[in-house]
């Protein structure tokens, strides 16, 4: 049995008790109660209940903290301490279309000593149908339940499988996306996109998947999946090979080797 912090021990207790609430609601997702909060955005009674257990629990262990959620918004706490960042369903879309692929996304960020808001200490991304918890602690290593995990080993890109997202009504970038697409599909094995960039990024550093490139996402989309893949061996950067531009949702993912040549694909479409 592989050690690991407290705090990784709440954040799991966190996700695992809204879990049965979710696998419940799935197996009902016809009767959810679905409202729109955006063009093609979704917000299910579901999302509102998981992060309100998830939330109850990381605040009983830490009731000084605050918190960024995806549903909740800000909440301040103590600035001198971390915070929580809380995704409660990471692929609504598919969770409300009865599709098999979502997860329970937290991460823990530490405060500047100056003020604001640095680096991801922990992470973990929980998988309810399949309970797969995908954790990480920076510098302890990446893991899948008690195994550890590395990113793919691959060098080829002709033999790499990568995911990513599409744009879709009212978010992302058609046109920028479709000229990305046209440059790294022709050099590729394959192209996924599954609809949670949570899980994603679990699956980089699982090495399921050989690299990963998205743009438009939101921070609680990926907090945690930076940690893990940057646990687990890999790189993750900006489109432009930079950490600037992770914190307004651009993320390019893949073991160092990939993740080179994918730049110079996605930084000479751009260009």
Same mark, same amino acid.
């Given at each position: 049995?592989?050690?690991?912090?407290?705090? =990784?021990?709440?954040?799991?207790?966190?996700?695992?008790?809204?879990?049965?609430?979710?696998?419940?609601?799935?197996?009902?997702?016809?009767?959810?109660?679905?409202?729109?909060?955006?063009?093609?955005?979704?917000?299910?009674?579901?999302?509102?209940?998981?992060?309100?257990?998830?939330?109850? /629990?990381?605040?009983?262990?830490?009731?000084?903290?605050?918190?960024?959620? /995806?549903?909740?918004?800000?909440?301040?706490?103590?600035?001198?301490?971390?915070?929580? =960042?809380?995704?409660?369903?990471? !692929?609504?879309?598919?969770?409300?279309?009865? =599709?098999?692929?979502?997860?329970?996304?937290?991460?823990?960020?530490?405060?500047?000593? !100056?003020?604001?808001?640095?680096?991801?200490?922990?992470?973990?991304?929980?998988?309810?149908?399949?309970?797969?918890?995908?954790?990480? /602690?920076?510098? #302890?290593?990446?893991?899948?339940?008690?195994?550890?995990?590395?990113?793919?080993?691959?060098?080829?890109?002709?033999?790499?499988? $990568?995911?990513?997202?599409?744009?879709?009504?009212?978010?992302?970038?058609?046109? #920028?996306?479709?000229? $990305?697409?046209?440059?790294?599909?022709?050099?590729?094995?394959? $192209?996924?996109?599954?609809?949670?960039?949570?899980?994603?990024?679990?699956?980089?550093?699982?090495? #399921?998947?050989?690299?990963?490139?998205?743009?438009?996402?939101?921070?609680?989309? $990926?907090?945690?999946?930076?940690?893990?893949?940057?646990?687990?061996?890999?790189?993750?950067?900006?489109?432009?090979?930079?950490? #600037?531009? =992770?914190?307004?949702?651009?993320?390019?993912?893949?073991?160092?080797?990939?993740?080179?040549?994918?730049?110079?694909?996605?930084?000479?479409?751009?260009?």
């Amino acid at each position: 049995m592989v050690s690991h912090s407290g705090l =990784i021990t709440v954040m799991t207790r966190a996700a695992r008790k809204a879990a049965p609430r979710l696998r419940r609601d799935f197996g009902e997702v016809e009767q959810l109660q679905v409202s729109r909060k955006g063009p093609a955005d979704f917000v299910s009674m579901a999302d509102e209940r998981a992060e309100q257990t998830v939330v109850e /629990e990381l605040r009983h262990a830490r009731p000084d903290w605050g918190l960024l959620l /995806e549903e909740g918004g800000t909440v301040e706490g103590n600035p001198a301490k971390p915070r929580w =960042i809380v995704d409660p369903v990471d !692929g609504t879309s598919n969770f409300i279309h009865g =599709i098999p692929h979502f997860a329970i996304s937290i991460a823990v960020q530490e405060p500047k000593p !100056g003020g604001g808001w640095g680096e991801i200490s922990h992470g973990l991304i929980y998988q309810p149908l399949s309970d797969e918890s995908f954790w990480a /602690e920076k510098g #302890r290593g990446a893991w899948l339940q008690d195994r550890r995990l590395r990113v793919s080993s691959r060098r080829d890109l002709s033999e790499a499988l $990568i995911a990513t997202g599409v744009p879709y009504k009212g978010h992302g970038h058609l046109y #920028r996306f479709q000229k $990305i697409l046209d440059a790294v599909s022709p050099e590729v094995a394959g $192209i996924r996109r599954f609809g949670s960039a949570a899980l994603d990024l679990a699956w980089v550093a699982a090495g #399921r998947y050989d690299g990963f490139w998205e743009e438009d996402l939101q921070f609680w989309d $990926i907090a945690a999946g930076l940690l893990l893949v940057r646990e687990a061996g890999g790189f993750v950067t900006d489109f432009r090979g930079s950490d #600037r531009g =992770i914190v307004d949702g651009q993320v390019l993912a893949a073991n160092d080797q990939i993740h080179s040549r994918l730049h110079k694909l996605v930084a000479g479409a751009l260009r």
